[in-house]
């Protein structure tokens, strides 16, 4: 377990985090929710051992952060919102740099090259690469020395639609073995990935709450987008559904009142309409509503 008691930093007057307490275990992927300035990269910062002055106690597996700073570097992998690379390298090249800065003996590359969808692009230099890919190559990175502590700072930025969907059902079986931390302003990202979420304002965590707690008792609604314009009456059809309303063009709102997850119906009203979907994620009221509530 990563614990973190009264964690506070000052930025001369500016006081950055006051006295953060949480903890993070495997098998979880916790969201880290605040708006703009509210010290999420701060507390990334001192997480990944970039920061050093800073006031209270962060121990994993009974190590303390200030006197084993090194050793629990060694186990984090960390990827920033601005994703630093080599633009010159090639994908393995870049990848071969990384895994000597570690040190790592036999590094598994194909396995992780694999594991990110790197493998058509692994010989390319990464400054030929769309903004999706490169992001894929810093994933890479962090995920190459195996460890234990994952930290995600807006993972999925410049991401199409198919490779969002692919990161996602990564970061979530990381998050079965690993302690994962994802760094995020959308909401839906939480929703799509995240067992639990912190929201933090003005330095301060003013939630921690799982998101089954959040779900219960909510209406559920999905967000679907096809690629044709479809009658409302022939959705509203699709057992469980009980409110449809078409947003924008071919982007619709289901209302369900049941807690039951509506979607795999809505893939096979598509698939028998011979429909392609474009997107489709659920709608957390609850989620929102809270972010809202304590952030504005």
Known sequence: MLTLQNIHKNYADIEALKDVSFSLKPGEVVGLLGPNGAGKSTLMKILTGYLKEWKGEIKYKEQNIR???????????????????????????????????????????????????????????????????????????????????????????????????????????????????????????????????????????VADESLETLRKGQQQIVQVEFDYRIETEALAKIPGINKVVNTFDFNYELYCSNEEDVRPRVFDFAHDNQLKILSLQQKNENLAALFNSLTT
Do not use: M
């Open 67 to 205: 006197t084993n700073r090194k050793a629990i570097q060694q186990v984090t992998g960390y990827l920033p919102e601005n994703n630093p690379l080599y633009p010159e390298l090639y994908v393995q090249e870049y990848l071969q740099f990384i895994a000597e800065l570690y040190k790592i003996p036999q590094p598994p590359f194909n396995d992780i090259i694999d594991k990110v969808g790197l493998t058509q692009v692994k010989n390319r230099k990464i400054n030929t690469l769309s903004k999706g890919y490169q992001q894929r190559v810093g994933l890479a990175a962090a995920l190459l020395h195996n460890p234990e502590i994952l930290i995600l700072d807006e993972p999925t930025t410049g991401l199409d639609p198919n490779q969002l969907i692919e990161i996602r059902k990564l970061i979530r079986q990381l998050g079965e073995e690993k302690i994962v931390l994802l760094s995020t302003h959308i909401l839906s990202e939480v929703e799509s990935v995240c067992d639990r979420v912190i929201i933090i304002r003005e330095g301060e965590v």
